[in-house]
Nanobody
Framework: QEQLVESGGGLVQAGGSLRLSCASS????????MGWFRQAPGKEREFVAF????????HYADSVNGRFTISRDNAKNTVYLQMTNLKPEDTAIYYC???????????????WGQGTQVTVSA
């Protein structure tokens, strides 16, 4: 069973930046599409971004497009989420997850990390 471990969360002021990391234990990391999701208090978990395993193509939620960048280092079995120009509404627990194909659907991601808290103060 693949394990995913997120890190890099914290408290930042609005307009600031953070970089999240997610390390995978998967033997075949390059077989998987990797995604980031987030869940704010009282809200449902939502899609943030994913990156393909084939050509590194990226897809973003409209709310973060242009501010967040997802990337992966296959040699390190790690996926990153660079977040810039952070807003208070970005406050959430951020999760990484893996899927067998390109999708924004939570239900199609099979492995999940424990999450890392991001708090953006006004």
């Amino acid at each position: 069973q693949e394990q995913l471990v997120e890190s890099g969360g914290g408290l930042v002021q609005a307009g600031g930046s953070l970089r999240l990391s997610c390390a995978s234990s998967a033997r075949a990391f390059t077989n998987y599409v990797m995604g980031w999701f987030r869940q704010a208090p009282g809200k449902e978990r939502e899609f943030v971004a994913f990156i393909t395993n084939s050509n590194g193509a990226t897809h973003y939620a409209d709310s973060v497009n242009g501010r967040f960048t997802i990337s992966r280092d296959n040699a390190k079995n790690t996926v990153y989420l660079q977040m810039t120009n952070l807003k208070p509404e970005d406050t959430a627990i951020y999760y990484c997850a893996s899927a067998a194909h390109q999708t924004r659907s939570l239900s199609e991601y099979r492995s999940w990390g424990q999450g890392t808290q991001v708090t953006v103060s006004a």
